[in-house]
């Protein structure tokens, strides 16, 4: 038993508002109600303001894993070629689930430590002129590695090669937090889910899906049981689902909708802006390294920090949590024993950042890993100032 509260600071699943946990505690109702077809309908709603979208928005009872299957299957055929960006971790992920459903899968791999390459992808399309290519797939938030892609230009390398091939992007950990348009980046499938920008549980799986999409879709050969967009797309219209929604997260993104309208999507984002910045000059203030070489594609959601070599990246995670019940992201994959991972979003605010960045500093202090004292003063300088952008309730978009 620890006093006082936990942080929650890895990149996902995020800290949950009060409002949102109390509506999650609202009594289960008949989904088959119409009480629950007007919330499902105003949640429903409310989805597409956030992906900013006029098409339908498909909604499951899922983790991020079950959208990526939902469209790869509803999307493409087996035996389809699928052009991944390998970004980070998630990207690697994404396209070992692709290669075990049956798509072939070609990768453009490139430094980690910067982003996703369109001249590549636009490279890589152009070299296919026999249109072998069915899907690029693209993180737009790397929550392994703290970067972002510039998700308009892959819509722009995909119109300079005259290529037809979908654009399906994962915005499972940007959604919410940073500014997404599914429209108009002209994006095919985007995938999310309820447990990082949208301040939920884990639990509910998103695939925002364009017309050209479901034209696609209507094409495909693969067997689809559960994560069939059409009887959800369908059933959806009028408020209700093929199978038992998750009754409870409804009422609870309801409220986050509620939330995130109050602050206004301008607010919503320049907070994490402002909260990633501060992050890496408190990392870049203790002589760590932040993962991200390019400050432009730096993440406003997560930061990943580099111990020196030979340090015990485990210890200091260890510390954290044990001493002082701050729980911080692991390094993923091939870069797990050199990188940590601070997440700065969701319900998250300037002196929850300090704490979790103080954490930090004490927990470099207790792992003997070798520091610079100073990072949390220099986030201080920065969370001292004003924020550039003034608090916009109702801003559209959210
Ligand atoms: N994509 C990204 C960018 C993620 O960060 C994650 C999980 O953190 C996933 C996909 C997989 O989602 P899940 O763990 O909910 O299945």
Not at 79 to 106: H, K, Y
Not at 159 to 166: I, K, V
Not at 317 to 330: I, K, M, N, W
């Amino acid at each position: 038993m620890s006093p006082g509260r936990a942080l929650l600071q890895v990149p996902g699943p995020t800290n949950v508002p009060e409002r949102v946990l109390q509506a999650l505690a609202r009594p289960i109702i008949d989904h088959r109600s119409p009480a629950f077809a007007e919330v499902a309908l105003e949640v429903l709603g409310g989805l597409k303001d956030v992906f900013r979208t006029s098409s339908a928005v498909a909604l499951y009872s899922g983790s991020g894993t079950g959208a990526w299957e939902a469209a790869l299957t509803n999307a493409l055929s087996p035996g389809d070629t699928v052009l991944l960006c390998e970004s980070g971790q998630f990207a690697v992920l994404w396209g070992e689930l692709a290669e075990r459903l049956g798509l072939r899968v070609q990768r453009l791999s490139g430094d980690w430590r910067l982003p996703p390459d369109p001249d590549a992808a636009a490279g890589a399309l152009e070299a296919d002129v026999a249109h072998a290519i069915a899907a690029v797939l693209v993180v737009h938030n790397e929550t392994s590695t703290g970067l972002t892609a510039d998700i308009p230009a892959f819509r722009d390398a995909l119109e300079r090669a005259r290529h037809p091939a979908l654009l399906l992007v994962d915005a499972v950990s940007s959604l919410g937090s940073m500014e997404y348009r599914h429209d108009e980046w002209g994006v095919d499938v985007t995938i999310s889910a309820s447990q990082k920008g949208l301040m939920l549980p884990p639990g509910l799986a998103l695939n925002a899906v364009s017309e050209r999409a479901r034209t696609a879709g209507g094409k495909s050969r693969f067997p689809r049981g559960f994560w069939a967009w059409d009887p959800n797309i369908a059933a959806n219209r009028t408020g209700y689902f093929p199978t038992t929604p998750a009754t409870g997260l409804l009422f609870g993104l309801r409220e986050a909708l509620a939330l995130m309208r109050e602050e206004g999507a301008t607010a919503v984002f320049e907070r994490h802006r402002r909260h990633g910045a501060a992050t890496r000059q408190a990392v870049e203030a203790w002589g760590l390294e932040v993962y991200c070489r390019d400050p432009a594609a730096a993440s406003p959601v997560v930061t990943a920090a580099m111990v020196p070599a030979g340090a015990d990246v485990d210890a200091l995670r260890a510390a954290a949590v044990e001493r002082f019940d701050l729980s911080l992201g692991a390094g993923l994959g091939p870069i797990a024993e050199r990188v940590f991972r601070i997440g700065h979003l969701g319900d998250f605010n300037d002196l929850m950042l300090c704490a979790t960045l103080c954490g930090v500093e004490l927990a470099l202090e207790a792992a003997g890993i070798p520091y610079e004292r100073g990072g949390v003063a220099s986030a201080l300088d920065l969370l001292g100032r004003p924020s550039t952008e003034r608090k916009m309730p109702g801003a559209a978009g959210m």
